[in-house]
C-alpha cells in the first residue's frame, strides 16, 4: 500500500506538471521553454558580482548571464565553432542574441562577438535556434528561427559570413532577402523554429526540418531547395507522432550500420541507419529513434522495436535538452552539444549572476546490437587530466564505503568497473514496475536501501558525514529469466539548501550481462555530474548545488548497499585541470 500510495503520488504531480506548462503555453502566448521575465530582462550583472561558487571549470560556460540551446555547431577551416543561445544582460531567459566562440579542440575555446543578434524586420523580437550547413565551394550558412512581431511569429531565416578570409568567421550577414521560409496557413506559427543542418538528396534538392506541432502532435515539418533559397514546403511531414506536444530542437542525420565513423549529414545508403531526435517542450526531454529513412517517399520509419513517443530513448535521462549534432570532417566522428539547465530557483540565478552551461561534447555511434546509440566524451577532454589515483581488485562487502583521494573531488573525471561473482542474488522486479519510468523505480528503491545485487556506484559531490551527496549507481534486477539493469543518478540529498530541483534521475541500462561487470564513467564539475553507463548505453547529467561538499570539502567515494560483494575490478580517477582559454 505504501508503494502505490507513492507511485500514485508521482503520477498525479506528473500530470499536473503537464497540465501546468500547458496553460503556461496557452496564457502567455509563447512556448513553455521561452518563458519571459520580463521585470529581470534589462538586469545586468558585472564581474565581480558574479559569484563564483558551484560555476563549474571545465564545462563550456560563459563568464556571466544566461545561456540555452547550442546552435549551429561546425567545423570549418581548422576551426570549431559553437553558437549559442545567450542573453548579454542577464541571467534569465530573454535579450537573445547568437553568441559564438572558437576552438581548436573543443576544449580550450576563445569568445567572439555575437555573430547574430536582432537587427531586421525579420527577427527584430528574437533570434531563435538553428543549425549551421557548409554548402559547396566551402561557404557556411547559417539558418535560424526568427521572431517577426510580438504575437511571436515565427519564420526561418539565414545568414552567412561577411568575410570568408577570416579563419573565425566573426561578423555575419543577414541579407535582405529574408525570411526564407514563413508559415502557411494550418500552420501554428507560435509553434514552427528550429531549423536542421540541410542534407542533399540524389535529386540534387537540399533539406531540412522545422519542428512544430497541431494541437498536441510533434512535427517535423519537410522543405526541400534546388538553391538554398527558394524552399518549398512538402506535402507531407518527414515524420510526426500523436500525443508529444510541440517537437523543438529537431535533428536528422545517418549513422553508420557498422564501425565508429561518423558520416556527413547528406550520406545515405543501404548500410545506414537514421536517428531522428526531437526535444518536447512540454516534458522537458527529448527522445529519439533510429529507423530506415525512405528517400523516395522523404519519409522516415522508426524501428518498429523502439518506442516513438516521450517515453522513448534518451540521449540523457537527466538535465540534458535541446542538443544539436555536427559530423566532424577532422576526425570523421559525429559530435552531440547538449544544454544543461540550472535547477536551483530563479532569483538564485540572478543573485549568482548566471545560468546554464553545454555539456561536455560527446561522440555517437550506433550501439552494434543496432538498437541505440553510445555516447562518449570527446577524446580531447582527457587532455585536462591531472594527478590520478589507481585501484584495482578492492572488494567491496555490504555497507562498504572507500574513499578515492583524487586531488579535487569537485573537479574530477572517474572510470570504474565493477564485477560480481554471480547474478543469483538480483532481486525480483516488481511487475508493477513494469509501467513505470525508470525515474520512478528509482525513486523507490534509492541508494541507501538494500538490494541484493546493488545498489553499488559512487557518492559524488559528498560531504564527509554523508550531510550531502549525490550517488550515481547500478541496481541488478531479475525479471523472469532475464536481467534488468537500473541506473541512478540521485541528486534527492544533493543539497541541504531548499528550493532546489533535486529528482532521481534513472534510466534502464541495455547491457549483457554475462561477464558479469558494469563499468561507470562519471564527470563531476562543482554543480554537474555527467554519468556514462557501461561504457555509454546509458547517459544521466544531474545539477546539483552542495553547501558542504563544496570545494576542498568535497569527497568521493565507492561504496555498495547490496547483500552481495562486488569487486572494483579498475578504478582510475583525475583532478581536472582548467582549460587554457575558458570562462574569459
Not at 268 to 294: A, C, F, P, Q, W
Not at 313 to 325: C, E, P, V
Request: net charge neutral.
Amino acid at each position: 500500500m505504501e508503494y502505490f500510495s507513492s507511485h500514485y503520488y508521482h503520477k498525479v504531480a506528473r500530470v499536473l506538471l503537464l497540465l501546468l506548462l500547458f496553460v503556461l503555453v496557452c496564457e502567455n502566448g509563447v512556448e513553455a521553454s521561452h518563458r519571459v521575465y520580463y521585470e529581470y530582462q534589462s538586469l545586468s550583472s558585472t564581474s565581480s558580482s558574479v559569484k563564483q561558487q558551484h560555476r563549474t571549470a571545465y564545462h563550456f560556460q560563459p563568464p556571466q548571464h544566461w545561456i540555452n540551446d547550442p546552435n549551429g555547431p561546425m567545423y570549418y577551416n581548422g576551426v570549431y565553432h559553437l553558437f549559442y543561445q545567450y542573453n548579454p544582460k542577464g541571467s534569465v531567459w530573454g535579450n537573445i542574441v547568437w553568441a559564438h566562440s572558437v576552438s581548436t579542440d573543443l576544449i580550450n575555446w576563445t569568445p567572439l562577438d555575437p555573430a547574430i543578434f536582432p537587427s531586421k524586420p525579420f527577427d527584430q523580437y528574437g533570434c531563435w535556434s538553428g543549425s549551421a550547413t557548409v554548402l559547396p565551394g566551402n561557404k557556411p550558412t547559417i539558418l535560424y528561427t526568427g521572431i517577426i512581431d510580438a504575437n511571436n511569429t515565427q519564420v526561418q531565416n539565414y545568414a552567412v559570413p561577411a568575410n570568408l578570409s577570416d579563419p573565425y568567421l566573426r561578423e555575419w550577414v543577414k541579407p535582405d532577402d529574408n525570411p526564407l521560409i514563413v508559415p502557411q496557413i494550418g500552420i501554428n506559427k507560435t509553434a514552427f523554429r528550429d531549423p536542421t543542418t540541410a542534407w542533399k538528396g540524389k535529386d540534387g534538392h537540399w533539406r531540412i526540418l522545422v519542428g512544430g506541432r497541431r494541437k498536441h502532435r510533434g512535427i517535423a515539418f519537410l522543405y526541400r531547395s534546388r538553391d538554398f533559397k527558394k524552399w518549398v514546403k512538402a506535402k507531407h511531414p518527414l515524420h510526426t507522432k500523436a500525443e508529444t506536444g510541440n517537437w523543438e530542437c529537431p535533428d536528422f542525420f545517418p549513422v553508420p550500420k557498422i564501425g565508429l565513423k561518423g558520416l556527413d549529414t547528406s550520406v545515405m545508403g543501404t548500410n545506414v541507419k537514421h536517428v531522428l531526435k526531437v526535444s518536447l517542450d512540454v516534458t522537458r526531454y527529448e527522445y529519439y529513434t533510429i529507423g530506415t529513412y525512405d528517400t523516395k517517399k522523404d519519409r522516415y520509419v522508426p524501428d518498429k522495436t523502439l518506442v516513438d513517443g516521450w517515453k522513448g530513448l534518451r540521449y540523457d535521462y537527466g538535465n540534458f535538452y535541446a542538443s544539436k549534432t555536427f559530423f566532424d570532417p577532422n576526425k570523421n566522428r559525429r559530435i552531440l552539444w547538449g544544454w544543461a539547465n540550472e535547477s536551483d530557483p530563479v532569483q538564485d540565478d540572478i543573485d549568482k549572476g548566471w545560468a546554464g552551461i553545454q555539456l561536455i561534447p560527446r561522440t555517437i555511434t550506433l550501439d552494434p546490437n543496432g538498437k541505440q546509440l553510445i555516447q562518449w566524451p570527446v577524446e580531447e577532454l582527457e587532455r585536462l587530466r591531472g594527478q590520478n589515483v589507481y585501484m584495482i581488485n578492492q572488494v567491496l562487502n555490504k555497507g562498504d564505503r572507500v574513499e578515492v583521494p583524487v586531488g579535487t573531488a569537485a573537479q574530477a573525471d572517474v572510470e570504474v568497473t565493477f564485477n560480481f561473482p554471480s547474478l543469483d542474488s538480483a532481486e525480483e522486479f516488481e511487475p508493477s514496475w513494469r509501467k513505470l519510468d525508470a525515474q520512478d523505480v528509482c525513486s523507490e528503491t534509492g541508494s541507501t536501501v538494500e538490494g541484493g545485487l546493488g545498489p553499488f556506484g559512487l557518492l559524488t559531490l559528498a560531504s564527509e558525514n554523508l550531510e550531502e551527496y549525490t550517488p550515481v549507481f547500478f541496481r541488478v534486477f531479475k525479471d523472469g529469466k532475464k536481467y534488468v539493469v537500473l541506473m541512478c543518478s540521485d541528486a534527492r540529498r544533493s543539497s541541504l539548501k531548499d528550493g532546489m530541483y533535486n529528482p532521481s534521475f534513472a534510466g534502464f541500462v541495455d547491457v549483457d550481462l554475462s561477464d558479469k561487470k558494469l563499468s561507470l564513467r562519471s564527470l563531476v564539475d562543482h554543480s554537474v555530474v555527467e554519468s556514462f553507463g557501461a561504457n555509454g548505453k546509458t547517459c544521466i547529467t544531474s545539477r546539483v548545488y552542495p553547501t558542504i561538499a563544496v570545494g576542498d570539502n568535497a569527497h568521493l567515494y565507492v561504496f555498495n548497499n547490496g547483500t552481495t560483494s562486488v569487486t572494483i575490478e579498475t578504478l582510475d580517477a583525475w583532478d581536472m585541470k582548467r582549460p587554457d582559454r575558458m570562462n574569459i
